[in-house]
Antibody, heavy 123, light 114 residues
Framework: EVQLVESGGGLVQPGRSLRLSCAVS????????MHWVRQPPGKGLEWVSG????????VYADSVKGRFTISRDNAKNSLYLQMNSLRAEDTAFYYC????????????????WGQGTMVTVSS | DIVLTQSPDSLAVSLGERATINCKSD????????????LAWYQKKPGQPPRLLIY???ARESGVPDRFSGSGSETDFTLTISSLQAEDVAVYYC??????????FGQGTELEIK
């Protein structure tokens, strides 16, 4: 069974940093691109960042560009999101998600999602 | 960036009746090389992660009941639930994954029982 498990969320002050992790099991991790998607409380889904299979293609939403860094460690079957200079508007549930098709590239629907981890940015 | 606009924002349908949700893109998401529409539909319930229902605009994900179907091409897409069940109450989102990111979502459509 394929599983994605996020961790690292919590309460953090504005301007501080947080690192999210996503542990992946049940598949050949480096066959697939991965994404981070977030949902602020009471709002819709927002795509945040994506990384292809070998980290050769990395893209960010304009809202997080320059502050967030996505990375992956294929040897550890893990995806990460380093979040710096956090703002109140970054408060959200953060999900990691796997791209459906195993071509390793970014473009594709997300078929498996983690349960999410909550990030709250507040003083 | 591609903007997706869903309609309606909310919808109330009687059990057993048809529910139809629309998603309009401000740019075509159709690839003329592989003849695919780069659009997906997700179901989101409170406390749960999004669930993929439809990809490539009309391909049903494994395990999704066949009352869910997707249609449309280029800029206009539809998610149809042929016979609404109580467990279908949720918020539904379309997402495009055409070309280079951002892979934007629609604003969501809240589906309720009438």
């Amino acid at each position: 069974e394929v599983q994605l498990v996020e961790s690292g969320g919590g309460l953090v002050q504005p301007g501080r940093s947080l690192r999210l992790s996503c542990a992946v099991s049940g598949l050949t991790f480096d066959d697939f691109a991965m994404h981070w998607v977030r949902q602020p409380p009471g709002k819709g889904l927002e795509w945040v960042s994506g990384i292809n299979w070998n980290s050769g293609t990395i893209v960010y939403a304009d809202s997080v560009k320059g502050r967030f860094t996505i990375s992956r460690d294929n040897a550890k079957n893990s995806l990460y999101l380093q979040m710096n200079s956090l703002r109140a508007e970054d408060t959200a549930f953060y999900y990691c998600a796997k791209v459906l098709e195993g071509f390793g590239e970014l473009s594709g629907a997300a078929d498996i999602w983690g349960q999410g981890t909550m990030v709250t940015v507040s003083s | 960036d591609i903007v997706l606009t869903q309609s309606p924002d909310s919808l109330a349908v009687s059990l057993g009746e048809r529910a139809t949700i629309n998603c309009k893109s401000d740019q075509s998401v159709f690839d003329n090389f592989n003849y695919k529409n780069y659009l997906a539909w997700y179901q989101k319930k409170p406390g749960q992660p999004p669930r993929l229902l439809i990809y490539w605009a009309s391909a049903r994900e494994s395990g999704v009941p066949d009352r869910f179907s997707g249609s449309g091409s280029e800029t206009d897409f539809t998610l149809t639930i042929s016979s609404l069940q109580a467990e279908d109450v949720a918020v539904y989102y379309c997402q495009q994954y055409f070309g280079r990111p951002p892979y934007t979502f629609g604003q969501g459509t809240e589906l309720e029982i009438k």
